[in-house]
């Protein structure tokens, strides 16, 4: 299994909105997409005064999230849909992608522990 952990910095007085369009808007469309979203929210400490969120999905394969992302990101659905309600609140973004077990990802969607 393959976890992309992606964190954002959001522009100040964003946060509120940027997580309520992940919620109501890109989480159903990534799911709807067969995209795997482990969770989402906001960072529970803010880095240097930033505002900060972050997004977990999951994928069978290295190949299978290179080839749903381009497919989603490159969506007409994407683009005309909430694509710059969404980018209007991030300052930067930043995505890390490790190879997992499934058993971790459970744990992650659950909200348990992983030590």
Request: net charge negative.
């Amino acid at each position: 299994m393959i976890l992309e952990i992606r964190t954002y910095r959001l522009k100040p007085g964003t946060r509120e909105e940027f997580v309520r369009l992940m919620r109501e808007v890109s989480v159903p469309m990534l799911t709807a997409a067969g995209i795997d979203t482990v969770r989402y929210g906001q960072s529970i400490v803010d880095e240097d005064g930033n505002e900060e969120a972050y997004l977990m999905r999951a994928f069978p394969s290295l190949q299978a999230h290179e080839a749903q992302e381009e497919a989603f990101y490159g969506s007409d659905e994407w683009r005309r849909g909430p694509r710059e309600a969404i980018l209007a609140c991030i300052d930067s973004y930043h995505s890390i992608v490790i190879e997992t077990t499934g058993r971790a990802i459970d744990a992650l969607r659950a909200g348990e522990s992983l030590l």
